[in-house]
């Protein structure tokens, strides 16, 4: 007999009493042939695939060996493999009739009228920098690339190779470029970034300005010219707005101004996602709703900014006499100002961090804790520095709480 144990380990069915059956179911023609029932009964036995397994029992050292069958698993056929949802795709978008494309017959001669009354200044020194954005969210980045090359600043740092040259990847002082990449910029943010990368930039909010302003702004930005080596002239605008308000479609967009249409009140908007919208004119009334429509994630209107290049610093004169007097005149200045935590140490690839710290954390923090006293905001300053930072002159800090 099988024990239990090897009954567990190998179910298998067993097909003796088929096979007996079969036997007893066969007749003998006389030539010897099996009869035709036998035949078919043999027919109509299913096909297996035969193994013969030898089993020991587990008290007896004498083997038995006992033929049984593994009947085969019908498999089903792989379902068909389910294509996946192809991706959106757009080639471009349609510009909206009451705006002109710049390519145009109307477009030209928009641009022949106001390249005659001397208001396409602008529209050079941004040409010769004209930037496709090479992210979706990158048009804040891009926009001011462009100005940033087009004012001829130096940016101090290679971009490839040996070559100094403003690129959307350099611009990370302010906000990380990942974080760049997935939200964009907002309005403070590109006036930050102007300024730690050698622009003079002055910020217009919508609430706090006018359309005159607005216009007669345009008019200083178009009609100036281009900086060079000699001169610090030419300022550059750059226009934060809601396409949608212009009956274009996304929402908040950077893009800077290449020329103005007096006489039709239409301002050149070179918009850097050039993918999707080429160059256009715009009525400037309508630019102007467009800055006033607020920005979701900050709950303040847009605006307009003014970019000129940073007035370079002299030269150091040679004459030995002159800077002794200049350093004693520092170091007077330094006797009269008392030093205090503003003054501080630390390594140009930390800036991300800080700002991100003294911009987001410390606010939030004071929030939550609101500080009784101007020592307590001190001293709430001083122990939540990030690590970046290393203060110059502690005890001069410490005097102040």
């Known amino acids: 007999m099988l024990t239990k144990g090897w009954r567990t380990l190998c179910p298998l069915v067993v097909e003796l009493s088929f096979a007996n059956r079969l036997q007893h179911s066969s007749t003998l023609c006389v030539s010897g042939a099996p009869s035709t029932r036998a035949h078919q009964a043999k027919s109509k036995r299913p096909k297996v695939i035969q193994q013969e397994c030898r089993f020991f029992s587990s008290t007896s050292s004498s083997s ?8 085969t698993k019908t498999i089903d056929p792989p379902l ?19 705006l002109i494309s710049f390519t145009s017959e109307e477009g030209r001669q928009v641009f022949r009228e106001a390249l005659a009354d001397k208001y396409m200044e602008s529209f050079f020194p941004l040409s010769q920098q004209y930037t496709t954005q090479q992210e979706p969210a990158y048009c804040g980045l891009t926009s001011l690339t462009m100005c940033l090359n087009a004012l001829d600043i130096d940016p101090q740092r290679n971009w490839k190779g040996p070559w100094r040259y403003f690129a959307e990847e350099l611009l990370d002082c302010c906000t990380p470029i990942e974080l760049v990449k997935r939200r964009g ?4 943010e590109f006036a930050c970034l102007a300024q730690c990368n050698g622009a003079a930039v002055k910020m217009y909010r919508a609430d706090c300005s006018s359309l005159e302003e607005f216009r007669s702004l345009i008019l ?6 281009s900086p060079n080596s000699q001169s610090e002239e030419g300022p550059l605008m750059v226009v934060s707005y809601a396409r949608n308000v212009l009956g274009q479609t996304g929402v908040g967009h950077f893009s800077p101004i290449g020329g103005y249409n007096p006489g039709r009140d239409l301002a050149l908007v070179m918009d850097t996602a050039r993918f999707k919208y080429s160059s256009h004119w715009v009525p400037v009334s309508l630019l102007w709703e467009s800055m006033k429509n607020p920005d979701v994630s900050t709950g303040r209107s847009r ?10 610093s002299p030269l150091p004169s040679e ?3 002159c800077n002794s007097k200049k350093k004693k005149k520092n170091e007077a200045q330094k006797q009269k100002v008392p030093r ?22 410390l606010p939030t923090t004071l929030k939550s804790n609101p500080p009784s006293q101007v020592s307590d905001v001190i001293r709430l300053l001083i122990d939540l520095l990030p690590q970046e930072v290393n203060l110059i002159r502690m005890s001069d800090a410490a005097s102040l709480v």
């Open 303 to 312: 605006g307009y900014f003014i970019l000129r290049r940073l007035q370079m």
């Open 80 to 98: 068909p493999l389910q294509e996946p949802t192809p991706a959106p795709s757009y080639f471009r978008r349609p510009l909206p009739e009451h």
């Open 64 to 71: 038995s060996s006992v033929p049984v069958s593994i009947p």
């Open 340 to 361: 205090s935590i503003c003054e501080l140490d630390m390594s140009s690839d930390a800036w991300t961090r800080v700002v991100h710290h003294f911009c987001t954390v």
């Open 185 to 188: 910029i907002t309005f403070a």
């Open 220 to 225: 200083e930005a178009t009609s100036r010219p």
């Open 319 to 321: 004459k030995p006499e």
